[in-house]
Structure formats: C-alpha cells, structure tokens
C-alpha cells in the first residue's frame, strides 16, 4: 500500500515562508508526476503546483513567483516552498502522486492534508 505523508503546515503571518514536505512510502511503485493541491472553505480545490519526474514544473498563476516544488526522486519526496505569504493562500493544502504499481493501472494517491493559515 502506497501512502503520503505530510509535514510543514502551521499560522504564520503574511509575508512569512513556509515549507511543506511529502514523502510517499510503499513498495514496488513508482511515481510520475506530484501535485501540490490547496482547498479553502467554499472554494474548489484548485492545483497549486505540479512536477514531473523529469523536473518539469507548472505553477497557479496566483503563486507563481513565490512558491516552488521540487522532489528528490531517490527518495520520493516532494517539497513546496512558499514565500511571501498571503492571507489568501490560507487553505488544507494536499500532496498527491501519480502512482504506479507492476500490473496495475495508474492512480492517484492523496495525503492527509496540512493547514496553512496566514494572518493579516
């Protein structure tokens, strides 16, 4: 079984930096492209960043310029680096992997999901 943990939320203040980090633990698998996803309360959960496993990188226009994904792909993990924070950024924010197991098809995979909460 094919699991994401998270790490990094908390309440900063605006223009304060946060880094949010995921692993993905299991075995026999392997990972395509790692999303970072954010949801606020009566919104729709909308694609914050995206990384392939060649280091292609796409970003929401909202955060583009402030925030940045990477991965180490030896050890499954992925990372969002957020500066400049803003109170709309305020939101749970989820990983989530494109996985691949032998002789099944591909599926995406979620964590838990962390709050980041930025104050005015």
């Known amino acids: 079984q094919v699991q994401l943990v998270e790490s990094g939320g908390g309440l900063v203040q605006a223009g304060e930096s946060l880094r949010l980090s995921c692993a993905a633990s299991?075995?026999?698998?392997?990972?395509?492209?790692m999303r970072w996803y954010r949801q606020a309360p009566g919104k729709l959960r909308e694609l914050v960043a995206a990384?392939?496993?060649?280091?292609?990188?796409n970003y929401a226009d909202s955060v583009k310029g402030r925030f940045t994904i990477s991965r180490d792909n030896a050890k499954n993990t992925v990372n969002l680096q957020m500066n400049s924070l803003k109170p709309e950024d305020t939101a749970v924010y989820y990983c989530n992997a494109a996985i691949k197991v032998p002789w099944y098809p591909l599926r995406d995979v979620w964590g838990q999901g962390t709050q980041v909460t930025v104050s005015s």
């Open positions: 299991g075995s026999s698998f392997s990972i395509n492209v």
């Open positions: 990384i392939t496993s060649g280091g292609s990188t």
